[in-house]
Structure formats: structure tokens, C-alpha cells
């Protein structure tokens, strides 16, 4: 199937999918370089130089490594069994490569291929200095014990350590999809035992562990909170908001979530203390309803203690398929091809914030598009993971939390301040016999005297990337007139810097490159 085919009614695969969209990009990209780049850079005609702009993106979508392996584990009942599991790694224009770690029965060697590629354009759009890549395991980790995962998953690391697809400086994983924590902290654990036993870095080897063995403070919640961001900074811009028949800003929008897992319960969370309406849920085991609000602090202690959102109290049991209800707002949070041809043009929500990665195809991002819909592109909205993988990574290569070193000089630089206008307010009054009242810090104030923690570092970190990233799509969507197609004005962006860090390493055109 050629890209093209993917917008015309055929059922795309999930590779072709995001193969459609980097063509999309490209397409318009090539012009606009081959007009603007100096000749010395791109020498010959017009033809010539698209000509050879062209072959460059021709070797950046293509994944640059694929391993696949096999292994057997001793269940607990004493039977062996056959585990399969990918590891894709799709670019090295930067390093170390990075990319989650899925656990999945319906995992397949195209799904991880996809979802690598989307890695790379995503650590480029928010200026994340790593490669793409994605990694699969196909099994239903309900389904294991404790003992047996922890099986798997070492025994999975050592397999990708052997093969140089795991290391601080060459392939650093992450959790997705059925992993958290738990399985990073295994996965650390092994290579330090193993490949890294004598190297210092061993800890960066994987994001999205515990903090007590490594990890950050904010990276549980950050694709979450990621998602929060990039629907503010686009609902707040009242230009785009007019386009789609809404009011600037999320407070009182109602919002329909699909798949209540990490990225969801803290996307949700986010969106509702900040004032929008959770109305609706939909889960693999049932979906629920309440016009007047779902608080998803409460919905989460309903499922911690009955392992569903099935039965809660204060929400409706739904058949109606919530994708097509009416709302504000619709997060898909759960896997990729939710949002089709078939039911694009039935979808009632006048924004979609793509949560899980490809959750829409290319005939139905048209339909949406062609009825007014603002779609912020999983390319930019769930790439608060990465974001804050990348502190993480950051923070076990410097061996210091963020902070750490900076407290007690900015509590003392704080009190000194309050100290000078103290004495500044008395030299200046109290020579007319007026009293100063002593200068206390407001409550605002008192919370942050003592500097940022490494939370508060982590956050503000987050909300500026997720800013600027917002600001510079919308920039090139003006740029190159593409109304509401976001998602092409985000693959716009980031292959455009692929394309000038091969440019400016010097080997866009050379032999090295191009054979």
C-alpha cells in the first residue's frame, strides 16, 4: 500500500499510518527547502535540489534496527512456556535511542515498528535529544504472577543488552503500556548485574523507575500531565478556538476519556482540578456516564479497591458508544486505531487530544479536520513521558537530584532579600518616628523560600517545553497555511530539525549516509 492509499479508504496498518503522515509532511517540507537552502548546501536546479533534499527524508522513516527473540521461562504450575518479544530501534540520528516497553497480548513486530518511528518525530517536536524506539513483549501480564513477570522481564534485558539494544549511551527503555515502575527497576537491576556491572552510568540505562532507585518525582503522572498542558496552551489561543466554535480555556468544558490507565487517570485528574467536567469513561470492561461529572480521585479509589470502574455509584452504566457523545472534549487514551472512517463524522467533540499514540487515521483525521475539529496530535500531546524520561535520565548521569545542591543558598538568599527591604523600609521611615511593621513572607511565598524541589523543577520543566512546543506548531501551521491540520504541521517541525541535524553533521549528502 503507498501512503496515499491510506487517506482514500483503505484500511491502513499502524506503520502505514504514520508513514502517511511523515509523506504528508515531507511533501509540502521539500519545496519549501529546496527554495530556501542555500546552493552551496544543495547545489542545481530546482528539481535537482528537491530531488536531493528528498532522498535524504527517504532514509529517515525507515527503522534503522529491528530484533526480534524468543525465550523460554518455568511457569509457576512448572510448564514452560515460549515467550516472544521486539525491541525496534528507529533512528540514531540522535543518541542513546529511547522508547517504552509494552506488555500486551496483541503486540505485533508493525504495531512496535509504528510506535517506534512516532518516537523519534515526538522527541523531536519537544527538543528531546534521543532516537526513537519501542519495545514489545506479547503476553497479558494479568495473567503472570509477580515471579513470573520478573522472569520475563530479565530475562527479556539480558536479550536486548546482549544484542546492543540496552545501555545508558545506546537504548534506554521505558514503561508503557502493561509496565510501570516494577519492571524498570528489574530491568536496571539486571543490566547493572550484567552488561553495566562496571559502569558508573549503569542507573541511566532505563527511565521510569522508583525513586528510591533512581527515578524522578513527576514521572508517573507526566504523559498525564503532558496531556493537561497541550490542551491548555491550544484551548487558551482564542484564534483557534473561534475556528472551532468554542470560548478560549478549559474551565466547564466537558471532557469524555477513553481508557482509564496512567495516561488517562492523571490526564483526567489534571483536566478536573483545573476545572473542566469528566462526563463520560470508557474502559475495556464498560464504559460510564454522568452529565454532572465523574471525579476521577474518587473513580480511582473505586478501582484500587474493586480492580474496575464497573459498578461505580455515582456514574450510569453506558451502551452508547461515549466516543460519539456529546462533549467538549475527547481524550482516546488507549490504543491506536480508535478513531476511523466509520465513525469520524459521528463524533460530537469539537477538540480531540490524542492520549494514546495513533489513535486516528488518515481518512478519519481528514473528516475531522474537513468539520472544524481541532485534533492536537499524539506526536505532541502524549510526549510528556519522554520529556520527563529525559530529566530522569539527566538526573542519573549528574548522580544528584535536582535541587539538592541549590536549597539552602536560595532559602538564606530569600530571607536576605526580606531582610534588605527591611532595613531599607526603616532607614527611609524611621527617621519620622513611624514604627515598620517586620516583613513576613506571604503563604505563597513561605512554599517556596527555600527554592525548587526537584518536583517543582520537573513541572516547570514540563510546562515550558509543552509551551514552546505548542507555540512553534502553531507557528508552522501558519507558516505553510494548514488551518487545523496540526498533526502535519507537527511532523513539519520535527523532521525539519531531523533533516538539519543530519544537514549540519555533514553528512545529509555524503557517502556515509547515502552509500
Known amino acids: 500500500m503507498n501512503h496515499q492509499s491510506a487517506?482514500?479508504?483503505?484500511?491502513?496498518?499502524?506503520?502505514?499510518?504514520?508513514?502517511?503522515?511523515?509523506?504528508?509532511?515531507?511533501d509540502l517540507l521539500v519545496d519549501r527547502l529546496a527554495a530556501t537552502e542555500s546552493s552551496h548546501v544543495v547545489a542545481g536546479s530546482i528539481e535537482e535540489r528537491q530531488e536531493k533534499i528528498r532522498d535524504v527524508f527517504n532514509f529517515i522513516m525507515p527503522c534503522n534496527h529491528i530484533l526480534e527473540v524468543t525465550f523460554p521461562i518455568r511457569r509457576d504450575n512448572g510448564k514452560a512456556e515460549v515467550i516472544t518479544g521486539y525491541r525496534v530501534q528507529h533512528s540514531q540520528h540522535r543518541t542513546p535511542c529511547k522508547g517504552g516497553i509494552r506488555y500486551s497480548d496483541e503486540v505485533h513486530l508493525d504495531e512496535v515498528?509504528?510506535?517506534?518511528?512516532?518516537?523519534?518525530?515526538?522527541?523531536?517536536?519537544?527538543?528531546?535529544?534521543?532516537?526513537?524506539?519501542?519495545?514489545?513483549?506479547?503476553?497479558?501480564?494479568?495473567?503472570?504472577?509477580?515471579?513470573?513477570?520478573?522472569?520475563i522481564t530479565r530475562r527479556f534485558a539480558v536479550e536486548l543488552a546482549k544484542k546492543g539494544f540496552l545501555g545508558t549511551g545506546v537504548d534506554v527503555p521505558a514503561p508503557d503500556m502493561g509496565t510501570g515502575e516494577r519492571e524498570m527497576a528489574w530491568i536496571a537491576d539486571t543490566y547493572r548485574l550484567t552488561l553495566g556491572y562496571n559502569d558508573l552510568n549503569a542507573n541511566a540505562c532505563?527511565?521510569?523507575k522508583p525513586i528510591s532507585q533512581g527515578g524522578i518525582h513527576g514521572r508517573t503522572p507526566a504523559t498525564g500531565r503532558g496531556i493537561y498542558y497541550a490542551l491548555k496552551y491550544f484551548s487558551n489561543n482564542a484564534s483557534i478556538m473561534s475556528m472551532i466554535g468554542l470560548t478560549p480555556g478549559i474551565k466547564n468544558k466537558t471532557f469524555i476519556l477513553q481508557g482509564f490507565g496512567n495516561v488517562g487517570l492523571y490526564g483526567s485528574i489534571y483536566l478536573h482540578d483545573h476545572g473542566a467536567v469528566m462526563t463520560g469513561v470508557i474502559e475495556r470492561d464498560g464504559s460510564i456516564y454522568n452529565p454532572n461529572g465523574i471525579n476521577p480521585h474518587d473513580l480511582q479509589k473505586y478501582r484500587e479497591e474493586h480492580g474496575t470502574i464497573v459498578g461505580y455509584p455515582h456514574a450510569e452504566p453506558t451502551s452508547e458508544n461515549l466516543l460519539e457523545a456529546e462533549c467538549d472534549i475527547l481524550v482516546p487514551a488507549a490504543s491506536e486505531i480508535q478513531i476511523t472512517a466509520d465513525n469520524a463524522e459521528k463524533i460530537k467533540a469539537k477538540i480531540i487530544a490524542e492520549g494514546a499514540n495513533g489513535p486516528t487515521t488518515p481518512k478519519a483525521d481528514q473528516i475531522l479536520i474537513n468539520r472544524n475539529r481541532l485534533v492536537i496530535p499524539d506526536l505532541y500531546a502524549n510526549a510528556g513521558g519522554v520529556t520527563v524520561s529525559y530529566f530522569e535520565w539527566l538526573k542519573n548521569l549528574n548522580h544528584v537530584s535536582f535541587g539538592r545542591l541549590t536549597f539552602k543558598y536560595e532559602e538564606d538568599s530569600n530571607y536576605l532579600l526580606l531582610g534588605s527591604v527591611q532595613k531599607s523600609l526603616e532607614r527611609t521611615f524611621t527617621e519620622n518616628g513611624r514604627n515598620i511593621l517586620p516583613i513576613l513572607p506571604s503563604e505563597e511565598f513561605k512554599e517556596r523560600i527555600a527554592g525548587a524541589s526537584e518536583k517543582d523543577i520537573v513541572h516547570s520543566g514540563l510546562a515550558y517545553t509543552m509551551r514552546r512546543s505548542a507555540k512553534n506548531i502553531i507557528n508552522t501551521a501558519e507558516a505553510f497555511d494548514l488551518g487545523l491540520d496540526f498533526r502535519t504541521a507537527a511532523f513539519i517541525h520535527s523532521i525539519g530539525k531531523i533533516y538539519t541535524t543530519y544537514k549540519e553533521a555533514g553528512g545529509a549528502y555524503s557517502s556515509s549516509h547515502l552509500g
Open 206 to 208: 532505563v527511565t521510569g
Open 7 to 26: 487517506v482514500k479508504g483503505d484500511d491502513p496498518n499502524f506503520f502505514e499510518m504514520v508513514t502517511y503522515y511523515y509523506n504528508r509532511a515531507v
Open 113 to 151: 515498528k509504528a510506535l517506534a518511528a512516532l518516537m523519534t518525530f515526538k522527541c523531536s517536536v519537544v527538543d528531546v535529544p534521543f532516537g526513537g524506539a519501542k519495545a514489545g513483549v506479547k503476553i497479558d501480564p494479568r495473567q503472570y504472577s509477580i515471579g513470573e513477570l520478573e522472569k
